[in-house]
């Protein structure tokens, strides 16, 4: 019979923990650069509508029409977004340590994240995300953005675990201390090791010999 872990739920973020964020100032840079747009009006544009796309009230069209396409382009919507999405990419060794920790504890993984339709549901397909996620709360489906508490305490109530059996993995400072102001345990991501040694603190050791000692 295994023995019950101190942690029965991860709360993860998905942008800086399991992949790179999907549209963060770096790769807005990169789009500026790569397709010749004036930086500063591209990110005065955005800031106007990013949030309203996350939150679920644009679809990713509406948003391109306002933040790139509201003048004529030498490039098309679909070069734009195929430029866009394929800024995402995975960090091997996060993917894997969950889904290790899935197998192995049992323990049930929800994306807590803020994150617009459209890229949300490419990142999921392209990594894989849905084989080891098994709540999606992203800001697009509940519309909620962090740092809003509540949405925090969605994602406690739909995955039905209390506060003190959760531990959230984040890499915003800000995102962290609120969760622990709920009561949930709480890691600041900053590389792969140091992420392992807490959770290891919390019960979910990441070596081979956790297995045998919960079997």
Not at 2 to 11: D, V
Not at 111 to 121: D, Q, T, W, Y
Request: one cysteine or more; a positive charge.
């Amino acid at each position: 019979m295994k023995k019950e872990p101190p942690t029965a739920c991860l709360f993860l973020d998905i942008g800086g923990v399991l992949l790179t964020d999907g549209w963060g100032r770096r790769s807005r840079k990169r789009a500026a650069a790569h397709c010749k747009l004036k930086a500063a009006e591209m990110e005065d544009r955005h800031q106007l509508t990013w949030n309203t796309y996350q939150k679920g009230r644009f679809t990713l069209e509406q948003y391109l029409s306002l933040a790139i396409f509201y003048k004529k382009r030498p490039f098309t919507r679909a070069q734009f977004r195929h430029f866009m999405f394929a800024l995402s990419k995975p960090y091997p060794e996060m993917i894997d340590l969950i889904a290790r920790f899935k197998a192995w504890y049992g323990v049930k993984v929800a994306a807590v994240s803020n994150e617009g339709r459209e890229l949300n549901a490419y990142r999921t397909r392209k990594f894989k995300l849905d084989g080891f996620v098994d709540f999606f709360i992203s800001s697009c489906f509940v519309h909620l953005l962090r740092p809003n508490a509540e949405i925090s305490r969605l994602a406690l109530d739909i995955t039905q675990v209390p506060a003190t059996k959760v531990v959230y993995i984040d890499d915003t400072p800000m995102f962290t201390q609120i969760a622990e102001g709920l009561g949930i345990r709480s890691i600041l991501h900053t590389d792969y090791r140091s992420t392992c040694a807490r959770l290891a603190s919390f019960g979910l050791r990441s070596d081979e010999g956790a297995v045998h000692e919960t079997g």
